[in-house]
């Protein structure tokens, strides 16, 4: 048995498939609409079947590129990295302080060694 999506992506294939095939051949065979009963001249033909896609392909880029610039103008900024950090260190002191001395006793020189990780290394001085 074959899952949903491969059957959905079959289908896909086949469609893109046969309209490729119907472009290359209306492209470069545009008499074949003849069978049709569609009189049309070969240029004005040649001139749609090219026409057509550029048109779909500019309009769906021009339609990316509204949704990606309405999308920048309604999203609010993030918060700075600062705003962050310093909610997350009043997060971990609070629960250092919740717990029993026992429990407490790991996470504080957790906090402790993430905070000796953020200070500068003094140079020693050589005598």
């Known amino acids: 048995m074959v899952s949903k999506d491969q059957a959905i992506g079959g289908i896909i294939f086949l ?8 472009y290359v051949i209306t492209l470069f065979y545009p008499q074949w609409l ?18 057509v896609p550029v048109f779909i392909a500019f309009v769906a880029i021009m339609g990316i590129g509204a949704w990606i ?29 919740e717990k029993p001395a026992e429990e407490a006793a790991p996470i504080k020189q957790e906090a ?11 140079k020693r001085k050589t005598e």
Not at 15 to 22: D, E, R, S
Not at 72 to 93: D, G, L, N
Not at 112 to 122: D, I, L, N, Q
Request: proline share 8%; hydrophobic share 40%.
């Open 15 to 22: 469609v893109c498939l046969a309209v490729a095939i119907f």
């Open 34 to 51: 003849g069978v049709f009963g569609v009189q049309v001249t070969e240029a004005n033909v040649q001139f749609w079947i090219i026409a």
């Open 69 to 97: 610039g309405w999308t920048m103008a309604t999203t609010p900024p993030p918060k700075p990295i600062e705003e962050i950090t310093s909610e997350i260190e009043t997060e971990e002191k609070k629960t250092v302080e």
């Open 112 to 122: 402790e060694k993430k905070e000796e990780e953020k200070k500068p290394e003094r």
